[in-house]
């Protein structure tokens, strides 16, 4: 079994960052490819942002040249960091890891004020 446990989301003006962590219950070196996926009110989970075991990342459109993806080995944790934050960016934030099976975090709330 893999657990992810994600924090960092918060409330934030438009304009600003935050930075996403998600720690696994696993060593994440492991991992071929791990993801950010975020799922705003009413709309489909959809994808945001991946990274591979060679750090390899892939950005959706809408957050390319403002979010970055990464991961560090050591420490089993995913980040996303978010800059230039928009009110279009508002909502739940969810890890994903492929191992052996799909598991998901508990999704943390990001919310962009203007």
């Known amino acids: 079994q893999v657990q992810l446990v994600e924090s960092g989301g918060g409330l934030v003006q438009a304009g600003g960052s935050l930075r996403l962590s998600c720690t696994v219950s696993?060593?994440?070196?492991?991992?071929?490819?791990m993801a950010w996926y975020r799922q705003a009110p009413g709309k489909e989970r959809s994808l945001v942002a991946t990274?591979?075991?060679?750090?390899?990342?892939n950005y959706v459109d809408s957050v390319k040249g403002r979010f970055t993806i990464s991961r560090d080995n050591a420490r089993n944790t995913m980040y996303l960091q978010m800059n230039s934050l928009k009110p279009e960016d508002t909502a739940v934030y969810y890890c994903n890891v492929q191992y052996f099976g799909s598991y998901w975090g508990q999704g943390t709330q990001v919310t962009v004020s203007s």
């Open positions: 990274i591979t075991r060679e750090d390899d990342t």
């Open positions: 696993r060593a994440i070196g492991l991992i071929k490819t």
